[in-house]
């Protein structure tokens, strides 16, 4: 198949909209078609720098909108998905659950309908022209629920989702699953670990800390600080995206982590310290304003992510060191929240 059609999904969220330059940039010869809800989470002033690309589309639409969804893989002969768009802050879940099911459950189901009506006869074998289009499933290690204090993530762990997000994301996979094994369409899903960088929406951790800190507020901070997360550069992550799409095996799944453990009090002080090395205040530090605050509910304890498949399988490894990234991603946020 000489030209390929792209549907990149949530393309306008923090993942998607790192993703989308990048990928263009590693593949000269494809096309993205960019569908966004643009719900709160989305910013297209994060993709300004393809939005005149001749080889990128963006439409706006629900991918629970069966008919658009349709209409998209026609018009546009769509031959790839990389499926991000989700509901994703936990908290969020847990205040309002519902369109978590609508967009993570009824969403996927929406695009794999699509996909297989598109690429598949009647008899479930390849339609002429579609004998390589896959479907890459993007999702998250909170699927698995909790670790202790030693022990990883790995392809071979049992789901035990804990929050209605973590659920509605483990229902997700099964379909994506479910679609190879009954239909044997072409899928591959990746779980990454906490994503961190340029780009991400101001709700999470990181971005919080930043904001607070520069507004000369409290920094919020769960419990006792002691919930551990593997963070992940979001640049690492869109290679290795790259990687499981492009290379990955049919109805495998692939872990990608960052082999970045901190507990959340450490990141809080870690940002606290590069702030005040790059704007001192007068007095005292930037760490004088963590606080602690009630703890979330049902709030993981720890996730740690075992990446050997990927690295053995596909050659990928982060490239980000902990530390510069995160002190480029505090840059990027003081010239967001100050216009430095």
Not at 128 to 157: K, Q
Not at 244 to 266: K, M, P
């Amino acid at each position: 198949m000489s030209s390929r059609t792209i549907l990149i999904t949530g393309g306008a969220g923090f993942i998607g909209s790192n993703f989308i330059p990048f990928f263009l940039d590693e593949h000269q010869e494809i096309s993205v078609v960019n569908l966004d809800k643009l719900t709160y989470a989305g910013n297209l002033n994060h993709l300004i720098e393809v939005e005149n690309n001749k080889r990128y589309k963006f439409i706006k639409g629900d991918i629970c909108d069966a008919s658009l969804v349709r209409s998209i893989f026609s018009e546009n002969r769509i031959t790839d998905v990389i499926h991000f768009a989700a509901e994703s802050h936990v908290d969020n879940s847990i205040a309002g659950p519902e369109a978590f099911i609508q967009t993570n459950v009824n969403g996927t189901f929406t695009l794999l309908e699509a996909a297989r009506k598109s690429w598949l006869d009647e008899g479930n074998g390849a339609k002429t022209g579609f004998e390589t289009s896959r479907f890459h499933h993007i999702s998250t290690d909170e699927v698995y629920g909790s670790l202790g204090e030693s022990g990883f993530f790995d392809e071979n762990t049992p789901y035990a989702p804990n929050s209605p997000y973590s659920a509605s994301k483990a229902s997700s996979d099964f379909l994506v699953r479910s679609y190879y094994h009954t239909y044997g369409l072409n899928v591959v899903t990746s779980n990454c670990s906490n994503n961190y960088g340029p780009k991400q929406h101001d709700e999470k951790l990181i971005p919080t800390i930043i904001r607070k800190a520069l507004a000369g507020e409290e920094i919020p901070i769960y419990g006792d600080g002691k919930n551990v997360r593997d963070w992940l550069y979001v640049q690492d992550h869109c290679s290795g995206i790259n990687d499981v799409f492009t290379n990955g095996r049919a109805g495998e799944t692939y872990v990608i982590g960052g082999n970045n453990e901190y507990n959340n009090i450490s990141i809080a002080q870690k940002i606290c310290g590069i702030l005040d090395d790059i704007l001192p205040k007068k007095n005292g530090s930037f760490t004088n304003q963590i606080a602690f605050v009630k703890d979330r509910l049902g709030h993981d304890f720890r996730y740690a992510i075992d990446a050997t498949k990927i690295k053995t399988e596909l050659g990928w490894k982060p490239q980000s060191d902990f530390d510069s990234g995160l002190r480029d991603t505090v840059m990027w946020y003081i010239n967001k929240y100050q216009k430095v």
